[in-house]
């Protein structure tokens, strides 16, 4: 099961304290980073302009570093790098791992007092677990201003959302039979179609709060969720699950990513995630972004890149079916309703949301 963020958090705080705060893997003669104030300075001259003069000066001192350090979970993120630099004269060198050992690498660096990256691009839970360590500084900005609400985070900034939908094969689901809601697959017809990925805690938690506000008692939302468990088969990952829907292993998932499934579909998969052009409601979102390192070596490149992120990056995320920061008039959750993954009750109480959500899977099937 997915580790979640605090829990995450606090054990990556024990391994880099016994780590004796040694140097990091990477770091090398001459590598420290300026103090973190060089940075900030940075960031608060930037922050305080806009229009042209913001622009104009922020390309200018990004020139002078000549470079970039980011370090990002997103496998889509070739493409954004590539534009931006056939756009601007700045290298740009990318770790790219798992959002939790992207983590990992971070707190090891600041507790060596290295700092390795400029720019972190992840996941929030991670990226919420660096701003309680105070490692990251604000951006603001006209761009920041256009980021939907949910995406306007203490210390860092939306670039993406993932979308948990309730996908389907066409093949096993045909017109007119999908479901219309997730309370839906709880009926004796879904038993045994549906598919239920182990480490979804966060789309649990905001589907639960939800039913919460509708009105239903805590016993009412967990014996529902049970009812569907038992329904379902159990499965890990997400890419995962997206090749078993498309194979027909089970007819709907009710807690993929809509990137997935619109992926699948354009390879020819027999999956969608939309009856009439829309989807059952409330889709659940999760934010992913970026946040500037307070002791970066290229605050300015950062700065540069993360405007990039919201401007012709948002074209390349969105070419990846992904769901953009910033709304447009094809925005494919317009109109919808949506419901947030709530991050701070997860990171505050993690243990008691990853225990539930094992209590409900622990009576599915295997996939």
């Known amino acids: 099961m997915r580790k979640h963020w605090a829990w995450y958090l606090l054990a990556c705080v024990a391994l880099v304290v016994t780590a004796a ?12 980073a300026p103090a973190a104030s060089d940075a900030q300075q940075v960031y608060d001259q930037i922050n305080g302009l806009s229009g042209e003069e913001r622009t104009n000066t922020v390309l200018d001192l990004a020139k002078k570093e000549g470079e970039l350090s980011l370090y990002t979970s997103n496998t889509d993120m070739d493409d954004v790098v590539k534009a931006f630099e056939a756009k601007y004269p700045i290298k740009v060198n990318t770790y790219r791992a798992n959002s939790e050992t992207v983590l990992q690498r971070v707190l090891q660096e600041s507790s060596a007092r290295y700092q390795g990256a400029d720019l972190i691009e992840t996941n929030a839970g991670e990226l919420n677990a660096m701003q309680q360590q105070q490692l990251l500084y ?76 509708q009105g239903m008692s805590d016993q ?35 807690s993929i990513y809509s990137h997935t499934v619109s992926n699948a579909a354009e390879k020819g998969a027999p999956v969608t995630w939309k009856a009439d052009g829309k989807p059952v409601e409330p889709v659940v979102l999760r934010p992913n972004g970026a946040g ?11 700065m540069l890149f993360l405007d990039f992120l919201l401007t012709e990056g948002q074209d390349a995320i969105a070419g990846a079916n992904r769901i953009g920061a910033i709304p447009t008039a094809q925005d494919p959750l317009a109109g ?32």
């Open 292 to 302: 500037l390192m307070k002791s970066a070596k290229h605050p300015a490149a950062a």
């Open 138 to 213: 604000p951006y603001k900005g006209a761009l920041r201003d256009k980021v939907r609400p949910e995406g306007q985070k203490d210390g860092w900034t939306a670039d993406r959302f993932n979308a948990f939908v309730v996908g389907w094969n066409t093949n096993k689901v045909p017109a007119g039979t999908a479901p219309k809601s997730l309370k839906d697959l709880v009926e004796p017809q879904w038993k045994g179609r549906v598919g239920l990925e182990i480490g979804d805690v966060d789309w649990y938690a905001a589907m639960v709060e939800y039913y919460k506000a």
């Open 220 to 254: 009412e939302v967990d014996d529902f969720f049970h009812k569907l468990a038992a329904n379902s088969k159990i499965a890990k990952g997400h890419t995962v699950m997206g090749e078993l829907l498309a194979a027909g292993q089970f007819d709907v998932a009710p």
């Open 336 to 367: 919808v309703a949506t419901v947030t993954v709530p991050e701070e009750e997860l990171l505050n109480n993690p243990d008691k949301w990853n225990d539930a959500y094992k209590n409900v899977t622990d009576s599915g099937g295997k996939a």
């Open 21 to 32: 705060c040694g140097g990091s893997p990477t770091a090398g003669p001459g590598s420290s």
